[in-house]
């Protein structure tokens, strides 16, 4: 019978989507005789979901359906994924996968399985909240029996404060965010990010943003962006392309581009944009008040406070600032016929056409060169501009299932070379459509079913196209594995302690060096500052000092108004990555996992080492993890009996039960001896702890 007359009694939730080739279909008949063949999805509040094949999903009453189908219903375990309860949601999930089961089909390759709620329950807690999942959280999870579990936690994950932890150490690698750079302390930049991330500002804005700011840093922490370049404008704007846009214009800087469409020129006229903005806090700064200090300082006899007074220069003095006139000249050894070195270079935009027989971009004049910073961020951040937004979300892609539909995500020069060029730019169409809300675009990747398979496990063949059967199996990367310790140790706490390190460091170190300025108020805020230098590290010799912890950060239980240290436990500050120095000590179990050094973008590591093998076996991590405070420990303990506190230990490590033969090895290895310290040491360092599966 055809399924149109189903529809008398269910309503459609779901449309499209390409279901997975093991599913299990059967014949399902109502109370009247009417037949459907579709797959279950499960049962929730007396309502049956089922799945025809071509992706339409049905909603029924359970006492519609004949007895044996409600008997089935009650016993038959889901087919598949749950259903998000927002139906567009699911409908874009859905074309996501008919496009990633498109390219395997093309390729002869099948999807994997879907992952098993003990394996995605892990996964998507590290992916999206950054550690792991307690004992407690795996298993609210793990029992619980709605049809929309998976979208729940997804969503509830989203909103939590582990995402905005997670999702800052991501941007702090991808933008270089450093505690220290230009010898000058960056915590305004870094509180400001982080609001961003809070308040969940979209993509184009908070990059227009960064791009467009001014002040001082000290005042407007987005200032930061650019003066972490500070007197380096074409460094700074060759980032600024390749992390954005995806166009890897380096060789541009020097030379004509080899292999893109680049000419040295076209990147001059680029960085022309830049050409009247000034970046403070480089020898010689003339801005904010420093003429005048300096002519105080030359008056002060006193070595102790002109000593103070450098110190504190610096960060006073960055700052950026828009001259009246683009200075930017081509290079003394400029050679092509184009130009002549020196000449003045005038500011043009570039363009991307979607036409390949055309050239990557076509060159446009602007007609104002007043606010130039403006036109390019609004030209660069503009949803009519197809690289920014396919650069991001290319980059979120692989920040979900490993790899880039475009490798590496900073070259985008040629899209249609991608693994799956369909899928990329619909995914760029889609980032517009969601007007650059990271958030709901991330809750589209994690809720489509490529997301929620199994990640794949065999070696990637080198050089060679992954189409997505699933995401890959990765290493945690060093702030991962980092919070997911802390988490053993104190659980879900670790995510409620906040660094504000921003607005106390400006209150102390702003001075006051304008014209009505006294020889006597700037000794006062001098010594003032000094005092605080001194618990917030100095300013003097920073960039050489990294190896010592530059302060104590102020930590807060979620209340701004009070201050609360995070636990300390054998000299190990346990509070999450995102609220520790940035970057960490060159010893740090940070920087020893992969953490990067803020020097080059996107440089952190996820290689395994023997340094961390050692760390895992004998480092200070460990030692805590298997005290008897420890969270995880007291949990095992707690439980009557050793079967119960092995699963306990397995549940707080993989976020599963342990198998048979594990669980007797471990009991009889426990009646043996063993002790729950021993056992958390063996399970801390499994592949299976540092994987993300």
């Known amino acids: 019978m055809k399924t149109r007359y189903f529809a008398f009694f269910a309503s459609v939730l779901l449309t499209i989507g390409l279901r997975a080739e093991n599913e299990v279909y059967r014949t399902w008949t109502d109370s009247q005789g009417r037949k459907l063949e579709a797959t279950f999805r499960g049962i929730e509040d007396g309502q049956v979901f089922l799945q025809i094949r071509n992706g339409y999903v049905y909603r029924l009453p359970l006492d519609k359906l004949s007895a044996a189908d409600q008997e089935a219903a009650r016993t038959l375990k889901p087919q598949g994924l749950g259903i998000p309860a927002d139906p567009n949601l699911a409908q874009a999930a859905a074309r996501i996968d008919m496009l990633v089961d498109a390219g395997l089909a093309k390729a002869g390759q099948k999807p994997n399985p879907l992952a098993s709620d003990e394996q995605f329950v892990r996964r998507v807690y590290l992916d999206i909240a950054g550690r792991i999942p307690t004992r407690e959280e795996a298993l609210e999870f793990i029992t619980d029996t709605s049809v929309s579990k ?107 581009h080899p292999f893109a469409d680049w000419t040295q020129r076209q990147f001059y006229e680029m960085a022309a944009f830049f050409g009247a903005t000034e970046t403070y806090g480089t020898r010689g700064s003339k801005g904010y008040g420093m003429q005048n200090m300096r002519r105080v300082l030359a008056s002060i006899d006193d070595r102790r406070i002109q000593q103070q007074a450098k110190n504190i220069l610096r960060v006073n003095a960055m700052a950026v600032e828009d001259g009246s006139e683009n200075d930017l000249k081509l290079p003394d050894d400029y050679k092509y016929p184009d130009g002549k070195p020196g000449d003045l270079v005038k500011p043009k935009l570039v363009t991307w056409a979607d036409d390949k027989t055309k050239k990557a971009y076509q060159g446009v004049q602007t007609k104002n060169e007043e606010d130039l910073r403006t036109q390019f961020a609004k030209w660069m951040t503009s949803p009519d501009n197809p690289r920014f937004a ?78 997505f059967p699933g995401p890959v199996l990765r290493r945690m990367s060093a702030e991962q594995a980092w919070d997911s310790c802390a988490t053993l140790v104190v659980g879900a706490e670790v995510d409620k302690f906040h660094a504000h390190r921003g607005q106390t460091y400006a209150e102390v170190m702003k001075i006051d060096f304008g014209e009505g300025a006294t020889k006597e108020s700037i000794v006062a805020d001098i010594e003032k500052a000094a005092r605080g230098m001194r618990q917030y590290g100095g300013t003097k010799g920073a960039a050489k000092n990294k190896k ?98 092995v699963e306990s230990l397995y549940l707080s490590f993989f976020s599963r039960k342990p198998k048979p033969d594990e669980l007797a090895d471990a009991v009889a290895a426990l009646g043996s001896g063993l002790t729950m310290r021993d056992l958390s040491w063996v399970l801390f360092n499994t592949r299976e702890f540092v994987f993300v599966e």
Not at 174 to 200: C, H, P, S
Not at 591 to 600: E, L, T, V, W
């Open 390 to 467: 396919m650069t991001i979300a290319n980059r979120l892609w692989k920040r979900a299932f490993g790899v880039g539909i475009k490798e590496p995500v900073t070259d985008l020069d040629d899209p249609n070379a991608s693994v799956n060029p369909a899928l990329l730019h619909h995914l760029a169409t889609e980032m517009v459509r969601l007007k650059f809300d990271m958030k709901q675009f991330m809750r589209l990747l994690y809720n489509t079913q490529a997301y929620q398979r199994e990640a794949t496990s065999h070696e990637l063949a080198d050089g060679g196209p992954y189409l």
């Open 548 to 645: 010592k912890r530059p302060m104590q950060p102020l930590i807060s239980g979620g209340d701004d108004s009070i201050e609360v240290a995070p636990p300390v436990r054998n000299g190990l500050v346990l509070a999450r990555a995102s609220e520790l120095p940035q970057p960490e000590k060159d010893q740090h179990f940070l920087r020893m996992f992969g953490q990067s050094d803020r020097q080059i973008a996107d440089s952190s590591s996820d290689e395994g080492s023997i340094p961390q093998v050692l760390m895992l076996m004998n480092g200070e991590a460990q030692r805590v993890i298997g005290q008897n405070d420890s969270l995880v420990i007291q949990t095992a303990t707690a439980q009557k009996s050793p079967e119960q506190q």
């Open 150 to 256: 998976r979208a729940k936690v997804i969503d509830k994950l989203l909103n939590s404060e582990g995402y905005r932890s997670h999702l800052f150490n991501y941007f702090a690698d991808m933008l270089r965010v450093a505690d220290v750079a230009q010898k000058a302390r960056f915590y305004t930049y870094q509180d400001w990010l982080k609001g961003q991330i809070a308040e969940n500002t979209p993509w184009d804005k908070l990059v227009f943003t960064m791009m467009t700011a001014d002040g001082k840093l000290l005042d407007n922490g987005a200032t930061g962006y650019l003066l972490r370049d500070a007197g380096m404008r074409l460094d700074n704007l060759s980032l600024t392309l390749s992390t954005f846009l995806g166009a890897n214009v380096s060789c541009a800087q020097c030379h004509d």
